[in-house]
T-cell receptor
Framework: EDQVTQSPEALRLQEGESSSLNCSYT??????LFWYRQDPGKGPEFLFTLYSAGEEKEKERLKATLTKKESFLHITAPKPEDSATYLCAVPPTGGSYIPTFGRGTSLIVHP | DAGVIQSPRHEVTEMGQEVTLRCKPISGHNSLFWYRQTMMRGLELLIYFNNNVPIDDSGMPEDRFSAKMPNASFSTLKIQPSEPRDSAVYFCASSRQGAYTEAFFGQGTRLTVV
């Protein structure tokens, strides 16, 4: 059974204080990893897809990286508008059609 | 592109009543997903359609839940009869190719069953 674990569950940062969110996974044959951002009262919004170990993608203050066991979402000099819940997910493996989502990291950036 | 459109945004109903949630996926996407999100269980996949055909409904909690996709631009999720434990936020999402490509989510329907 595929498993995705995100840590920490919650993170409070001061504006400008860089940090990283972790997404560790156990799957039988990784076929990619997705990062989403979810604001309160809204649906998850797609951020990145990573396909292979060593791959990196950037968008504004966010950079996602992937290893064979985990992915990191690095947030550089965050701003209050970066406050959200960040979810990672892996596509299904084997005969399943069901992606596996982590429980998310709730990020609050204080001004 | 208007994105995935869900209606209603909020629904409050009494226990035992029928509830119908609606979704319009992104044009050109061949896959549609219904998810339920709660604090206790996070994001759970209820059912997955590919080319309007239900492929995996193993996440549907019980027979009170049913979903249809009569055409490529419309899907419904129905709960009959509704129960307080069905209270949650229900999301519809669509993608270009199943769960192997990124999904685009609607704004969700917050369902409260009293």
């Amino acid at each position: 059974e595929d498993q995705v674990t995100q840590s920490p569950e919650a993170l409070r940062l001061q504006e400008g204080e860089s940090s990283s969110l972790n997404c560790s996974y156990t799957v039988s044959g990784l076929r990619g990893l997705f990062w989403y951002r979810q604001d309160p009262g809204k649906g998850p919004e797609f951020l990145f897809t990573l396909y292979s170990a060593g791959e990196e993608k950037e968008k504004e203050r966010l950079k996602a990286t992937l290893t064979k066991k985990e992915s990191f979402l690095h947030i550089t000099a965050p701003k209050p508008e970066d406050s959200a819940t960040y979810l990672c997910a892996v596509p299904p493996t084997g005969g399943s059609y069901i992606p596996t989502f982590g429980r998310g990291t709730s990020l609050i950036v204080h001004p | 592109d208007a994105g995935v459109i869900q209606s209603p945004r909020h629904e409050v109903t009494e226990m035992g009543q029928e509830v119908t949630l609606r979704c319009k996926p992104i044009s050109g996407h061949n896959s549609l997903f219904w998810y339920r999100q709660t604090m206790m269980r996070g994001l759970e996949l209820l059912i997955y359609f590919n080319n309007n055909v239900p492929i995996d409904d193993s996440g549907m909690p019980e027979d009170r839940f049913s979903a249809k996709m009569p055409n490529a631009s419309f899907s419904t999720l129905k709960i009959q009869p509704s129960e307080p434990r069905d209270s949650a936020v229900y999301f519809c999402a669509s993608s270009r190719q199943g769960a192997y490509t990124e999904a685009f989510f609607g704004q969700g329907t917050r369902l409260t069953v009293v």
